[in-house]
């Protein structure tokens, strides 16, 4: 079970890494706001514990942000207390539970605890972007309603295209995380070519708003916006 919890406060998140992973979970922990959107876009996480008091982007952007990309993992909002405000926000922008600073871990804990639990029987694992649809466990896109036809390997580009989307993913990230070819980075621009293309071919040309798109010099771009 793998959680990614995201705190600023050093002792407060070192002390949860440290018990949850006394616990048996493969924790990750994020010190600002920055690297907790990061990480929670770029990887899965069964759970996440976020604080909602961050700098830069602070715990209900990342949880509005990752509910808006169909991501369904439960998320459990640290507030601050008296904080009515943040846990009404927190609600409406899809957490699952909050707890008040400061708590007992073992009741943290037994949070987590229920909600995996919860998180099992109803599991969708879903990505989405504008009318496209990526669904994790059937392995099957859709567009505007209609499958699209791809391969494995375009299956697996578009599904790290949507975990990065609204970033630009450079050649290189595709090489080593798609293809797995850390070494051959460069010698490997071609490859990578010819698979965004025919990708985009699939995902794009049948539509009228394109979202993938090249950035000269640096990658690709899956967005709304060009
Ligand atoms: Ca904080």
Redesign the pocket.
Known sequence: MRILVV???RKVGRALETGLAAEGFEVTLAQTGEEGFYLANAQTFDLLVL?V??PGHDGLEILATLRKRGVQSPVLLLTARDALEDRVLGRDAGADDYLVKPFAFVELLARIRALLRRGRLDQVIKLKLADLELDLVLRRAMRGGQLLPLTVREFDLLEYLLRNQGHVVSREMLARDVWKEGDRVGSFDNVVDVHVGRLRKKLDEPFRLRLLHTVRGLGFLLSEQP
């Open positions: 705190e600023d406060e604080d008091m961050l």
